[in-house]
């Protein structure tokens, strides 16, 4: 039987009742309320799991039509990036989930994407709203920052320090986590002629980046690189991992033109395409002539691009997905107690600023940060209804 110390104790962590706030008794002992959530927090990350340590829910899969209609609801447009996209990520999980079960000899290749498109048109949202629809982990980094070993910068593998905090240092979570690696671009090849300085941001990191997105075994530092020096590495398996590469890749267009121009053949040369238009045409070989390595472009096997954004589908970017802005701006008016109405010469003003700034989608957010914020600082003087 206990005596009175210790039934005025937590039998877990041994704090005394008055460190705590809430003691519960049982017959055997005590446990307080900060062990109650630890153990509610154990409890609930195990229950994902069978005993033999694989997941219990299932992979969250659609079919390619599935996911490009869930795509639809969230970005306007682009429905050429929104098929590819949706046909590779189909089949890279159509992979991992019949991996154990198939007897078949054949082995299917990763089906990495890079995504070519000025700022503003949703390469990273794309990637986003797909991690979301799967339930899968996510990660955005950003390939400016990396650098070559031992250099001032992040190492390559911290990418995967971000998609392991993202599943909450899950290894097999991880593992099957798609990471979405911004400003591709800015890691080109800085020259093709050879010179006596490293090119530590550029052509080293794609030479690093060459085995994490092929697959291989990673040792990962779970709170980041040389800060923390004493850590233990964490084994990550990257050959389940969809990466997704974006950037604008400035200037992509006179590769293209000067290709499409090499091909004319008669003597009647054809009008090279609008300019706007080139990116229809973006292959490998473009990107190659723009500074990324071939070893890397390999990995990187599916090539599709975003079209700029014209003022149509800016104005349907505002209205029309389910977390469009102005819906949210409705939605903020409607907690208040208003109903706000927009008129189309306010959402045409919109656009024509949103475009002089040159961000694409993005300048839509802050031109209407500048149109509603003086509406929403004197909302308490603002009638029921209001319409701007």
Known sequence: MTNNLEDNKC??????????????????????????????????????????????????????????NFLDEYII?????????????????????????????????????????????????????????????????DATVLTEAGYVGEDVESILTRLLQSADYNVELAEKGIVFIDEMDKIARKSDNPSITRDVSGEG??????????????????????????????????????????????????????????HVIGYKNEEPKHIENLLDEVNATDLKNFG???????????ITYLKPLDKEAMKAILTQPKNALIKQYEKLFELDGKTLTVTEETLNNIVEQANELGLGARGLRSVSEDVFTELMYTIDELPDEVTI
């Open 205 to 262: 990191v794609q030479q690093a980046l060459l085995k994490i997105l092929e697959g291989t075994v990673v040792n990962v530092p779970p709170q980041g690189g040389r800060k923390h020096p004493d850590q233990k590495f964490v084994e990550v398996n990257t050959k389940d991992i969809l990466f997704i590469a974006g950037g604008a890749f400035s200037g992509i267009e006179k590769h293209i033109a000067d290709r499409l121009k090499k």
């Open 77 to 141: 447009g682009q429905d050429q990036a929104k098929k590819i996209l949706a046909v590779a990520v189909y089949n890279h999980y159509k992979r991992i989930l019949n991996e154990k079960n198939s007897k078949n000899e054949v082995e299917i290749d990763k089906s990495n994407v890079i995504l070519v498109g000025e700022t503003g048109t949703g390469k990273t949202l794309l990637a986003k709203t797909i991690a979301r629809l799967l339930n899968v982990p996510f990660a955005i980094v």
């Open 11 to 68: 039998s877990f962590c041994g704090k005394s009742r008055n460190d705590v706030n809430i003691l519960v008794s049982g017959i055997e002992g005590n446990i307080c309320e900060n062990c109650i959530e630890q153990a509610h927090g154990i409890v609930i990350e195990e229950s994902k799991f069978s005993s033999d340590n694989e997941l219990v829910q299932p992979l969250n899969l659609k079919t390619p039509r599935e996911i490009k």
């Open 292 to 302: 990324i390595i071939p070893e890397l472009i390999g990995r990187l096997p599916i």
